[in-house]
């Protein structure tokens, strides 16, 4: 008698085994055809409670805003620049000749640039080239095609400059970097932070009043002389064309 129960149990056993493996190869053939869609639904309910909530949402928002806001600021300036450019292709007249950045020297930024006229247009050395905002440079060589410029803020420049609120000359010179150092030989001349300075009435290079920069600091410590740091107003490192002055 115990062993037939025995047998029975085996065979039902058995039975469910066989059922179970079954089972888990239609669950093998579902996930297959679904191409795992199940586990992504599975886990999007599982996960649900931990999304991120409402204050991360406006976390968001605010950044999608701010984005927004950056590029519209940055279509303004594109703009603006544009308009610049298309003012100097369109402004030149027998006395200003507009011409195109083709290059500027590596290593070198704040000294040259090199511009697409030559002498075949009739630019001379010592022309001053302009850009939007006030002076750039001067010309310091030429080909039939092409023109070289020197920046102001080239050591190699040295011009007469013009402080219009205390009525005095001084000497622009380039550093090498974005900020030429002007220098008043007066110890007593009072300049000021935000003093407009322009190229000088008395300068036999440049014509007078050519806007070029703003005073954005003052160095005291030497006994016969000041010096300041001149913000320009053109700047040359994102210029694209310019204007020569002949």
């Known amino acids: 008698m115990l062993d037939i129960r025995r047998i029975s149990n085996s065979r039902w ?23 795992g869609s199940f586990y992504k639904d599975f886990y999007y309910l599982i996960s649900k409670p931990f999304w991120p909530g409402q204050f991360q949402k406006e976390i968001l928002l605010k950044s999608i805003d701010q984005e927004s806001l950056i590029k519209l600021n940055l279509l303004k300036k594109d703009n603006m620049r544009l308009r610049e450019i298309l003012y100097l292709q369109e402004s030149s007249n027998n006395d200003k000749v507009s011409a195109a ?25 010592g022309s001053p080239v302009i850009g939007p905002g006030g002076l750039l440079g001067r010309i310091t060589d030429t080909s039939l095609f092409t023109s070289s410029v020197t920046l102001l803020t080239s050591p190699e420049s040295k011009v007469g400059v013009w402080v219009d609120r205390i009525q005095t000359n001084g000497l622009l010179v380039g550093t090498g970097s974005n900020q030429p150092i002007l220098i008043l030989y007066s110890k007593t ?32 410590t030497f006994k016969t002389k000041k010096t300041a740091k001149i913000l320009l107003l053109a700047k040359p490192q994102v210029i694209d064309w310019v204007q020569i002055i002949n």
């Open 13 to 35: 056993w058995h039975k469910k085994k066989n059922w179970i493996l079954f089972a888990f190869f239609l669950f093998l053939v579902f996930v297959r055809i679904s191409k």
């Open 101 to 125: 950045v083709i290059s500027r020297k590596t290593g070198s930024w704040w000294r040259q640039i090199i511009i697409n006229k030559g002498s075949k247009d009739g630019l001379e050395l």
């Open 189 to 220: 001349a009072d300049i000021e932070v935000g003093d407009f300075v322009s190229s000088s009435p008395a300068s036999t290079l440049l014509p007078p009043n050519i806007p070029i920069g703003i005073v954005q600091s003052v160095d005291e």
